[in-house]
C-alpha cells in the first residue's frame, strides 16, 4: 500500500496544520460560503428563469401573428395538428395557442372536434423549450448525453400519444365528445385566479429589457441564449456543489422516492409557476449534473403535462366561458389518457425511455443530429405539411 501524502505545508513527523491555512480562517470561510451561496443560487435561478422568459417574448416576437394566422385558418385534423406544433414552437407559449382556440370556438368559427387536434399539437410545441435548455450543454459531452435525453423524454412522451389517441379521436371523437359533456356540466361554475409567483418577479425585468432592445426579436434572443447558457452552467455547478451525497439521497427519498410522488411533485410546481414548460426545463440541469435519472425525471414530466391542464381549467372555470372550459378539458382528457396509455403500461413506458436514450447517444456523438432533431420535428417538418396541405 502506498504512505499516504502529508499535507502541503506540514512535515510527515509532526502532522502539523499547514502554515498560513488556521482551522478558524478556514471554518470562517466555510461559514461565508455556506451563508452566501442561497442567494447566489436564487441570482442565478432567477437569471435562469428570466432567460426563459425572454426566449418566450422572443419567439413571440417573431412568430405569435403566424401563430394566429395559422390557427384560424385550419380546418382539417391533420392541418390542426401540425399548426398545434409549429404555432406553439414560435409563439413559445401553449397557452397563446389554446388561448386562439378557444376564442375562435367561442366565435363559433372552429368546432371543439377542430379545437382538440390542435390542442394535441400544443402539447407537442409546447416541449420544445426544455430541449432548447438542453443546448446551453453542448460544449460537455457527458452532461449534453444526460441533458438531450432528459428533455426528449418529454417529446416523445407527447408525440407516442399523439400516435395513439388521435387517430382514435378521428374514428370515434370521444375525446370532443367527454368535453363538450364536461363543459356543458359545468356550465356557468366559477373558478379561481391562481398568483403567478415567477411572472410577476419576472415578467417586469423582462419586458423592461425588451423594451431597451427596441422590441427586437433578433436582439432578445441573442441575450435569451446568452443568459441561458451562462445562466445554466453556473447552475450545474452550483448544483453539484450543493447536492452532497446526503441532500441527493434526501431528494430521492422524497420528491423521486416513487413515480407517484414524482408526478405529485411535477403537478404542484406545475400548479405554482403555472408553466410546465418551467417546470420541466428546470429539471434539465439536474440530469445533467447526473442528480436526477432519466427514469426519475420521465414521471415528473407526466405530472409536469398534467399539471398544465390543471391550471387551463382553473382559468378557464374563473371566465365562465363554456367553450373555454370545453377546450381546457379537452387537454386534461388527453393528457390523461396519455398517462393511462403511454406511462402506466410497463412496455410502453419503456419505450421513450430508450428512445430517448437513444437520441442523447446520438446527439453526443454529432451535434448537428441535436440541431436538426428540433428545427425539423418542431419547425420545419410542421411547416412543410401546412404549406402542402395549403393552409398558408
Known amino acids: 500500500m502506498l504512505p499516504s501524502t502529508p499535507p502541503v505545508g506540514a512535515t510527515p513527523e509532526s502532522g502539523a496544520e499547514p502554515r498560513g491555512l488556521p482551522g478558524a480562517r478556514t471554518g470562517k470561510h466555510a461559514a461565508l460560503v455556506s451563508w452566501v451561496r ?53 409563439a413559445q407559449s401553449s397557452s397563446t395557442t389554446t388561448s386562439l382556440t378557444v376564442a375562435l370556438v367561442a366565435a363559433g368559427a372552429l368546432t371543439v372536434e377542430g379545437a382538440v387536434p390542435i390542442i394535441m399539437g400544443a402539447n407537442i410545441g409546447t416541449s420544445v423549450t426544455n430541449t432548447l435548455v438542453s443546448l446551453a450543454h453542448v460544449t460537455r459531452r457527458g452532461e449534453f448525453e444526460r441533458a438531450f435525453a432528459g428533455a426528449t423524454v418529454h417529446d416523445l412522451f407527447n408525440l407516442i400519444t399523439v400516435l395513439i389517441v388521435f387517430p382514435i379521436e378521428l374514428l370515434t371523437g370521444y375525446l370532443s365528445r367527454a368535453a363538450i359533456f364536461l363543459g ?42 446568452g443568459l441561458l447558457f451562462l445562466s445554466l452552467k453556473l447552475l450545474v455547478d452550483l448544483l ?52 436526477v435519472t432519466l427514469e426519475h425525471v420521465f414521471p415528473f414530466t407526466i405530472g409536469a403535462n398534467l399539471g398544465t391542464t390543471v391550471t387551463a381549467l382553473i382559468a378557464a372555470l374563473s371566465t365562465g366561458s363554456t367553450a373555454s372550459v370545453t377546450v381546457a378539458f379537452s387537454h386534461l382528457l388527453f393528457n390523461l389518457a396519455g398517462t393511462l396509455l403511454v406511462y402506466v403500461p410497463p412496455p410502453m413506458r419503456a419505450l421513450p425511455l430508450a428512445m430517448a436514450r437513444a437520441l442523447g447517444r446520438l446527439a453526443v456523438r454529432n451535434r448537428l443530429i441535436a440541431i436538426g432533431y428540433i428545427v425539423g420535428v418542431f419547425f420545419v417538418l410542421p411547416f412543410l405539411l401546412i404549406f402542402l396541405s395549403g393552409a398558408i
Open 240 to 291: 453539484r456543489a450543493v447536492m452532497s451525497g446526503k441532500a441527493e439521497e434526501m431528494l430521492h427519498r422524497t420528491l423521486f422516492r416513487s413515480p407517484i410522488r414524482a408526478i405529485s411533485a411535477g403537478i404542484l410546481m406545475t400548479v405554482m409557476v403555472q408553466s410546465s414548460s418551467i417546470t420541466t426545463s428546470v429539471m434539465i440541469p439536474l440530469v445533467a449534473a447526473g442528480v
Open 184 to 225: 356543458s356540466a359545468v356550465e356557468g361554475a366559477g373558478g379561481l385566479h391562481l398568483f403567478d409567483p415567477l411572472k410577476t418577479v419576472v415578467r417586469p425585468v423582462a419586458t423592461l429589457l425588451v423594451g431597451l432592445f427596441d422590441r427586437s426579436p433578433l436582439i432578445t434572443l441573442l441575450v435569451a441564449l
Open 38 to 90: 442561497p442567494f447566489v443560487f436564487a441570482a442565478v435561478l432567477f437569471a435562469f428563469f428570466l432567460s426563459l422568459d425572454l426566449l418566450g417574448l422572443a419567439f413571440g416576437l417573431f412568430g405569435k401573428d403566424l401563430a394566429a394566422v395559422l390557427v384560424e385558418r385550419t380546418a382539417n385534423p391533420f392541418v390542426g395538428l401540425f399548426v398545434g406544433i409549429l404555432g406553439t414552437a414560435l
